[in-house]
């Protein structure tokens, strides 16, 4: 192995660019040329690449976002699209290629892998946490705190106004940020898509806990859930059946993608990012790194896009517990 690219596709998230840097400098450390594609695949279709060294990730391991850029494409699903790309894989010497991202990611990865024979290696980043085959997805950390610093905010208001506050967090098809940022910032109900309460059951909850003595209340609501259509029909739906309460909603967004990356974040990136590296030289292939019981494990590709993360049912029973 002489040349190594690398880049970064799909939703961005804190410590991408700590990742990076660490393929940038295991590659320098083991005299390979790093090569940084940009624009996610659309850039290694289009040819954007640019060769690094040590020094062209300084400073960068505590900045949010990705200095590569990320994109979702749409012309590498196609196979004029791989074959582009391919094409530039070749007329710059490429040996190996390491993908940084989600689902999305790995998939368009592991196409590219079986179709051209290119050796792929995926590091796994996405704040929603919902990849089979590690405990923690890179920027999953700096996102449950960032929600938790803001749900904290939310209840100063919420509480002042006697208010219910319905705060839905990101996760399209995974609870981990909402269940586990629900029960860290000490949320009254906590709605995801892999447990679906019911309508029912957060009236009742919410009569409860008012009957009880609560004047204010936070519902934090993943984006997947799927008891309402919408965080604001859960609203609409409260307003309806509870008219006591003075409801609200807030959409926390895209704030949840950005900012530093915490420690926790900063040490896996570059642990991932080294074992990359290692795994490539090694001959291995065709795998995503991982986190698994404190030490970074290899999975097999198809099996971290097909497998399904679980929620730690544990955590369902302590909400509950919590919200007494
Ligand atoms: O995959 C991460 C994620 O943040 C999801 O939780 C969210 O649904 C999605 O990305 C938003 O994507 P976009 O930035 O394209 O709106």
């Given at each position: 192995?002489?040349?190594?690219?690398?880049?970064?596709?799909?939703?961005?998230?804190?410590?991408?660019?700590?990742?990076?840097?660490?393929?940038?400098?295991?590659?320098?450390?083991?005299?390979?040329?790093?090569?940084?594609?940009?624009?996610?695949?659309?850039?290694?279709?289009?040819?954007?690449?640019?060769?690094?060294?040590?020094?062209?990730?300084?400073?960068?391991?505590?900045?949010?976002?990705?200095?590569?850029?990320?994109?979702?494409?749409?012309?590498?699903?196609?196979?004029?699209?791989?074959?582009?790309?391919?094409?530039?894989?070749?007329?710059?010497?490429?040996?190996?290629?390491?993908?940084?991202?989600?689902?999305?990611?790995?998939?368009?990865?592991?196409?590219?892998?079986?179709?051209?024979?290119?050796?792929?290696?995926?590091?796994?980043?996405?704040?929603d946490n919902d990849i089979y085959g590690t405990s923690h997805t890179i920027g999953y950390d700096t996102a449950l705190n960032t929600v938790?610093?803001?749900?904290?905010?939310?209840?100063?208001?919420?509480?002042?106004?006697?208010?219910?506050?319905?705060?839905?967090?990101?996760?399209?098809?995974?609870?981990?940020?909402?269940?586990?940022?629900?029960?860290?910032?000490?949320?009254?109900?906590?709605?995801?898509?892999?447990?679906?309460?019911?309508?029912?059951?957060?009236?009742?909850?919410?009569?409860?806990?008012?009957?009880?003595?609560?004047?204010?209340?936070?519902?934090?609501?993943?984006?997947?859930?799927?008891?309402?259509?919408?965080?604001?029909?859960?609203?609409?739906?409260?307003?309806?059946?509870?008219?006591?309460?003075?409801?609200?909603?807030?959409?926390?967004?895209?704030?949840?993608?950005?900012?530093?990356?915490?420690?926790?974040?900063?040490?896996?990136?570059?642990?991932?990012?080294?074992?990359?590296?290692?795994?490539?030289?090694?001959?291995?292939y065709n795998l995503m790194v991982g986190l698994k019981a404190g030490l970074i494990e290899l999975t097999p590709l198809e099996k971290a896009?097909?497998?399904?993360?679980?929620?730690?049912?544990?955590?369902?029973?302590?909400?509950?517990?919590?919200?007494?």
């Amino acid at each position: 192995m002489k040349k190594i690219a690398f880049l970064t596709s799909g939703g961005d998230a804190p410590g991408m660019n700590a990742a990076i840097r660490a393929v940038v400098r295991a590659c320098a450390y083991n005299n390979i040329i790093p090569v940084g594609v940009y624009r996610g695949f659309d850039g290694l279709i289009s040819g954007d690449f640019i060769e690094m060294n040590a020094r062209s990730v300084k400073g960068i391991i505590n900045k949010g976002g990705t200095i590569l850029k990320t994109a979702r494409s749409e012309e590498f699903k196609t196979k004029t699209g791989r074959k582009k790309a391919y094409q530039n894989i070749l007329k710059n010497n490429i040996d190996g290629l390491i993908v940084i991202g989600g689902d999305g990611t790995f998939t368009g990865g592991l196409i590219f892998c079986n179709e051209f024979k290119v050796p792929v290696i995926g590091i796994p980043v996405t704040i929603d946490n919902d990849i089979y085959g590690t405990s923690h997805t890179i920027g999953y950390d700096t996102a449950l705190n960032t929600v938790v610093e803001v749900i904290d905010k939310i209840r100063d208001t919420a509480s002042s106004h006697n208010r219910l506050f319905f705060i839905e967090v990101m996760g399209r098809d995974a609870g981990h940020i909402a269940l586990n940022t629900g029960i860290g910032a000490g949320a009254e109900e906590i709605l995801i898509p892999e447990a679906n309460l019911g309508l029912d059951r957060l009236v009742e909850s919410l009569k409860r806990s008012k009957a009880t003595g609560k004047s204010s209340s936070i519902v934090v609501v993943a984006e997947g859930d799927t008891i309402g259509k919408s965080v604001f029909e859960l609203k609409d739906y409260v307003d309806k059946h509870l008219p006591g309460y003075d409801a609200r909603v807030s959409v926390l967004g895209h704030l949840q993608r950005g900012g530093s990356p915490s420690c926790f974040d900063r040490v896996l990136a570059s642990r991932m990012g080294v074992k990359a590296v290692d795994s490539l030289l090694e001959n291995k292939y065709n795998l995503m790194v991982g986190l698994k019981a404190g030490l970074i494990e290899l999975t097999p590709l198809e099996k971290a896009i097909k497998g399904n993360t679980e929620i730690n049912k544990e955590l369902l029973r302590i909400s509950d517990i919590m919200s007494i």
